[in-house]
Nanobody
């Protein structure tokens, strides 16, 4: 079982930076980690992800070049550095931990387990 707690959100102006932190209660070394966000009246959307080792990352097109995801497995912590923030980045940001694989040789043996934090609010004023 993994529990995730996000922090670092707040009210900033357009062009400012924020760093979000996701602290895990358990060891996350084998989990892929991600950040998602949900604006008011919108569906939750993918922001960024990082694989278990930190060697591979991916980003939504809307944040590519402005956001950077990183992790410190020894500290069970994941970060989201957000630069050049825009008003459209305003949302509740959620941390996600996912572990997936196959318990056997058949396709039905695929499993995936997701854990979510409660989110941290980021508000960007124009």
């Amino acid at each position: 079982q993994v529990q995730l707690v996000e922090s670092g959100g707040g009210l900033v102006q357009a062009g400012d930076s924020l760093r979000l932190t996701c602290a895990a209660s358990g060891r996350i070394g084998s989990y892929a980690m991600g950040w998602f966000r949900q604006g008011t009246g919108k569906e939750r959307e993918f922001v960024a992800a990082i694989n278990w080792s930190g060697g591979s990352t991916s980003y939504a097109d809307s944040v590519k070049g402005r956001f950077t995801v990183s992790r410190e497995n020894g500290k069970n912590t994941v970060y989201l550095q957000m630069d050049s923030l825009k008003p459209e980045d305003t949302a509740v940001y959620y941390c996600n931990a996912a572990i997936k694989g196959y318990s056997g040789p058949a396709p039905r043996d695929y499993y995936r387990t997701d854990y979510w934090g409660k989110g941290t609010l980021v508000t960007v004023s124009s």
